[in-house]
């Protein structure tokens, strides 16, 4: 068990531009989870993944953010057109088909 | 999913045990209870779930009322590296198993 890891740790980009994060969950794991951590406050689902289908996306994910899982393995999320807004510890969790998820250590993400 | 009530934070001496307490008095009889913690800038962690007896692991106990419309975390020893915020999550065993997270209690062990 070699954990999920999410890549990059740390991204600081500009108003406007795109970025897209990176989540290699535990390999036998079928089931994805993105969240979303603002300061202060617990993570917010954004969307989930079973193998390579997504089967939810929570209203948080506007039509700025976009995520796959092309090959039922690793998930990339990504965002467009980025806003101050979205400056946010981006997380990705695993599981298998029971609810205990493990989670990575997430992508910090910086909008100036 | 049933809600949860955390207090916001709650101190406890290096060595001692820490009790947090979560109420969840809407839970149904399918709901699990599960305990998750956030040292700081690191990701959520799975420490405990149960449904409706006690249960015990290497990290904590989980002490679940017989009515289950509260619970009680308990890590017998606590360490300063226990500081971290511990969320209560009360779910289902079918669907998703998306985690809807609270403000969690934030303990803080002191030397």
């Known amino acids: 068990d070699t954990g999920v890891s999410q890549n990059p740790r740390h991204k600081i980009t500009k108003r406007g531009q795109n970025v897209t994060f990176r989540c290699d969950p535990i390999?036998?794991?079928?089931?994805l989870y993105w969240y979303r951590q603002t300061l202060g406050q617990g993570p917010e689902f954004l969307t989930y993944?079973?193998?390579?289908?997504?089967?939810?996306k929570s209203r948080l994910l506007s039509d700025r953010f976009s995520a796959e899982r092309p090959k039922g393995s690793f998930s990339t999320l990504e965002i467009q057109r980025t806003e101050q807004g979205d400056s946010a510890m981006y997380l990705c969790?695993?599981?298998?088909?029971?609810?205990?998820?493990?989670f990575g250590p997430g992508t910090r993400l910086t909008v100036l | 999913d049933a809600k949860t009530t955390q207090p916001p934070s709650m101190d406890c001496a290096e060595g001692r045990a820490a009790n947090l307490p979560c109420n969840h008095s809407?839970?149904?009889?399918?709901?699990?209870v599960y305990w998750y913690r956030q040292i700081h800038s690191q990701g959520p962690q799975y420490i405990i779930h149960?449904?409706?007896n006690n249960e015990t692991n290497e990290m904590a106990s989980l002490i679940i009322t017989e009515d289950r419309k509260s619970s009680t975390l308990i890590l017998p020893h606590a360490t300063l590296r226990d500081t971290a915020v511990y969320y209560c999550?009360?779910?289902?065993?079918?669907?998703?198993?998306?985690?809807?997270f609270g403000a969690g209690t934030r303990l803080f062990v002191k030397a």
């Open positions: 969790a695993s599981s298998l088909s029971i609810p205990k998820q493990f």
């Open positions: 390999s036998e794991h079928n089931r």
């Open positions: 993944f079973q193998n390579e289908a997504q089967l939810e």
């Open positions: 809407t839970i149904s009889g399918n709901e699990y």
């Open positions: 149960g449904l409706k």
């Open positions: 999550i009360v779910r289902g065993d079918t669907g998703g198993f998306k985690t809807i």
